[in-house]
């Protein structure tokens, strides 16, 4: 009988240490899948500032590209208005030479001034 109570506690005793390993290893078990899950949440949060990182490149490139083409806009407007105003200058300044070739040039028509004579009656006699 005192076989059978030591060997009853020791099988008691190695019954709750088998519980006890058991449930070390559970805890063991569930400590890794709580690290596990907060690696893949940290690791989900890296992504997601990766993403938002790229997106706000993206859209400073994009804001950069849309200035550049608006100031080549402005710089093209600029030099057809340029243009423009050139060739309004080059019109007002043909008109006025126009204008001014329209009076009689007495020098550019001194072909037509009959030769000089001492006697002014034989010009008005005809």
Do not use: W, Y
């Given at each position: 009988?005192?076989?059978?109570?030591?060997?009853?506690?020791?099988?008691?005793?190695?019954?709750?240490?088998?519980?006890?390993?058991?449930?070390?290893?559970?805890?063991?078990?569930?400590?890794?899948?709580?690290?596990k899950?907060?690696?893949?949440?940290?690791?989900?949060?890296?992504?997601?500032?990766?993403?938002?990182?790229?997106?706000?490149?993206?859209?400073?490139?994009?804001?950069?590209?849309?200035?550049?083409?608006?100031?080549?806009?402005?710089?093209?407007?600029?030099?057809?208005?340029?243009?423009?105003?050139?060739?309004?200058?080059?019109?007002?300044?043909?008109?006025?030479v126009?204008?001014?070739?329209?009076?009689?040039?007495?020098?550019?028509n001194?072909?037509?001034?009959?030769?000089?004579?001492?006697?002014?009656?034989?010009?008005?006699?005809?």
């Open positions: 009988m005192f076989n059978a109570e030591i060997l009853g506690e020791e099988a008691l005793e190695l019954k709750v240490e088998n519980v006890d390993a058991f449930k070390l290893k559970q805890l063991e078990l569930e400590h890794e899948l709580k690290l899950e907060l690696d893949m949440k940290e690791m989900e949060k890296i992504k997601v500032k990766e993403l938002e990182m790229k997106d706000r490149l993206e859209m400073d490139k994009k804001e950069k590209e849309d200035e550049f083409k608006l100031k080549e806009l402005e710089m093209r407007q600029r030099l057809e208005m340029e243009k423009i105003k050139i060739e309004i200058v080059k019109e007002e300044s043909n008109t006025k126009q204008s001014k070739s329209d009076h009689f040039d007495a020098a550019k001194i072909r037509l001034v009959p030769k000089f004579c001492e006697t002014v009656d034989k010009i008005f006699q005809v």
